[in-house]
C-alpha cells in the first residue's frame, strides 16, 4: 500500500512568495498531522485534523500559515508571504486512532525561502 | 503538558544490545507511550508503543516501568542501519517530539 505522500520534496523560493505544500494520507486513516523540523527546533506539531477537522492549531506560527483538508484524502499548508526562517523540513503524517495510533509519516517536502 | 527526556546520545557496538532510556515523569493515565526513529534524510518511523505492559514486537522491545514514569527502548541486536535519532512520546492530548537520542552504531 502506498504511504503517506507528500508533495514537491523540494521547494525553494524567495521571500514574498506563496508556498503551498501538499499531503496525501494513508487512506482509511482518519486523522492528520503536519510537523516542521529545524536543527533548532527539532519536530513541531502545527495543526492537527481528526475527520477533516482541525482540532489543534495552536502549533501554527503565526497568521501566514494556514492548512486545510478538504477530504479525507488531501491536505495543504500554505504560507503566505514566506520569509526566510519559515526554511525547514515540513513531514505530514496520520493515524488510523487520533490521539493514541501510530503516527506514519511521509518522506517530507524541504522548503528553502531566500 | 506532559513531556518526555532522554539521553541526547548513545554510542552501541555493532551486534550488541542497547537500552535507550525515556523519563516522562508526569505522564497521565492515558497516555501511550511510542517511540519513532528518523534515519537521515527521512521521516521518522513508527517502532513501538504500548500502555503498562511491556512490548514486543519484530523491532525491538519497550519495557515500562510500574509507575510509567519511564520506559526503555531495547534493541536486541544493534546493526549499522539502526543509526538513527530516536524518539519517546506520549500519545494522548500531547504530541511532543523532544529532541531525541542520537544512537552511533560503532562497527
Known amino acids: 500500500d502506498a504511504g503517506v505522500i507528500q508533495s514537491p520534496r523540494h521547494e525553494v523560493t524567495e521571500m514574498g512568495q506563496e508556498v503551498t505544500l501538499r499531503c496525501k494520507p494513508i487512506?482509511?486513516?482518519?486523522?492528520l498531522f503536519w510537523y516542521r523540523q529545524t536543527m533548532m527546533r527539532g519536530l513541531e506539531l502545527l495543526i492537527y485534523f481528526n475527520n477533516n477537522v482541525p482540532i489543534d492549531d495552536s502549533g501554527m506560527p503565526e497568521d501566514r500559515f494556514s492548512a486545510k483538508m478538504p477530504n479525507a484524502s488531501f491536505s495543504t499548508l500554505k504560507i503566505q508571504p514566506s520569509e526566510p526562517r519559515d526554511s525547514a523540513v515540513y513531514f505530514c503524517a496520520s493515524s488510523l486512532r487520533g490521539y493514541t495510533g501510530e503516527l506514519f509519516f511521509g518522506e517530507g517536502s524541504r522548503l528553502t525561502v531566500l | 503538558d506532559a513531556k518526555t527526556t532522554q539521553p541526547n546520545s548513545m554510542e552501541s557496538n555493532e551486534e550488541e544490545p542497547v537500552h535507550l532510556p525515556c523519563n516522562h515523569s508526569?505522564?497521565?493515565?492515558?497516555?501511550?507511550i511510542h517511540w519513532y526513529r528518523q534515519l537521515p534524510s527521512q521521516g521518522p518511523e513508527y517502532v513501538i508503543h504500548?500502555?503498562?505492559s511491556n512490548v514486543n514486537n519484530r523491532m525491538a522491545s519497550l519495557a515500562i516501568a510500574e509507575d510509567r514514569k519511564s520506559s526503555t527502548l531495547i534493541l536486541h541486536r544493534a546493526t549499522l542501519r539502526d543509526a538513527a535519532v530516536y524518539y519517546c512520546i506520549l500519545r494522548g492530548n500531547q504530541f511532543y517530539f523532544g529532541t531525541g537520542t542520537s544512537l552511533t552504531v560503532i562497527p
Open positions: 487512506s482509511g486513516h482518519n486523522s
Open positions: 504500548g500502555l503498562t
Open positions: 508526569t505522564i497521565s493515565g492515558t497516555d501511550y
